[in-house]
């Protein structure tokens, strides 16, 4: 029993020596996550948009490029796809 209090004592000793070592760190890093929390409590919330994120695969643009998911497409055929109708038209025109 004694051999276990004393290297109970031996690693408060290591730790005590370690922080106070390291004591401008341990502060620096107190304060960094004390100015974040501030940050967070100050900033007002995001809010949520009224349509939710749609689900499912990306498709490309033919005409502009952008990226839409596949269920707000324009389809043309099997495998073209526009980001709106307005592209579909101009792509026709050209």
């Not at 004393?6 to 020596?17: D, N």
């Not at 939710?52 to 695969?57: D, L, S, T």
Request: net charge positive; hydrophobic share 40%; proline share 5%.
């Amino acid at each position: 029993m004694r051999e276990a209090l004393f290297i109970f004592l031996i690693i408060l000793l290591l730790a005590g020596f370690t922080l106070f070592r390291y004591r401008r760190h341990l502060f620096a890093m107190l304060e960094l996550y004390r100015t974040v929390q501030g940050i967070r409590e100050r900033r007002p919330r995001a809010q949520m948009p009224d349509e939710p994120a749609a689900r499912g695969p990306l498709v490309n643009c033919q005409k502009c490029g952008t990226w839409v998911p596949e269920d707000k497409a324009v389809r043309l055929g099997r495998s073209a796809f526009y980001c709106s109708t307005k592209c579909l038209e101009t792509s026709k025109v050209g």
